[in-house]
């Protein structure tokens, strides 16, 4: 891993001439992405965020924290203990920079011998399974984490929308897997990073592996574009 997302966001806190992401999916086309999005403030998130924000209690665990915006707001503005992880050594520098406590290059399924009240997985949460096939590992791992009566807050879309209609007045899906499933590639600085899997997860899709792996699922809010917000919880 080249760390391009990590070092674009190190390069934004540090002032090292940073420029935009640029990230492509297997479904559509090259778009440019500004850092400056990643550091936004509690009143810049979108409902979702500042809701699944407004939720967190107890001991917090947020995955994939990338800037750590979420992290600083409740540290700072709640007085919460936060702990950020994320894979990308970069990024967790830039998070140390910003002043938060506790944060560390850390993956998810390799994390052991800690419990938490709350789970924050956000900015399409489900991606980091990759697949519809790894999600029970991931939702497994993450029920392990769990503290009675804990929670695991997590975001997603249906990207349905992003299907042409067909003649039926369906949509045209390719048939090979869960349309959901899409790989993605980033580029900055004239590099770019190895294509990875990225997941999105319709409410419904979601629900049925929260089930089958024991845990219970709650629509929390819906955004404006076919995204949501859940509640997982044992």
């Known amino acids: 891993m080249k760390d391009l997302f990590g070092k674009a ?3 934004f806190q540090t002032n090292n001439s940073p420029e935009d992401l640029i990230t492509e999916t297997s479904i559509s086309e090259a778009d440019e992405m500004s850092v400056a999005y990643l550091f936004r403030s509690y009143d810049e998130m979108p409902k ?9 209690k107890g001991k917090i665990l947020d995955v994939g924290c990338g800037a750590g915006s979420h992290s600083l707001t409740l540290q700072n503005d709640r007085n919460l203990d936060v702990t950020s992880i994320d894979i990308s050594p970069n990024a967790i520098q830039a998070c140390e920079l910003r002043g938060l406590k506790n944060a560390k290059v850390q993956d998810i399924l390799t994390l052991e011998n800690e419990k938490f009240d709350t789970i924050l997985l956000l900015m399409n949460g489900t991606g980091i399974f990759g697949t519809l096939k790894e999600t029970p590992n991931f939702l ?5 984490l769990l503290n009675p009566n804990g929670q695991i807050l997590i975001d997603s879309s249906d990207i349905i929308y992003m299907f042409d209609d067909d003649e039926d007045g ?3 899906i390719p048939g090979d897997g869960y349309y959901g499933e899409l790989t993605f590639t ?3 600085k004239n590099e770019t990073e190895a294509t ?13 592996a929260a089930f089958a792996n024991g845990l219970q699922c709650e629509l929390i809010l819906e955004g404006e574009h076919y995204d949501y917000l859940a509640k997982l919880s044992v």
């Open 9 to 11: 966001i190190l390069d």
């Open 48 to 56: 979702l965020e500042q809701k699944a924000l407004q939720l967190a």
């Open 140 to 144: 497994q791992k993450l029920k392990s």
């Open 170 to 172: 369906g949509k045209w």
């Open 186 to 188: 980033v580029s900055y």
């Open 196 to 208: 990875f899997p990225w997941l999105y997860l319709d409410y419904n899709t979601l629900q049925n």
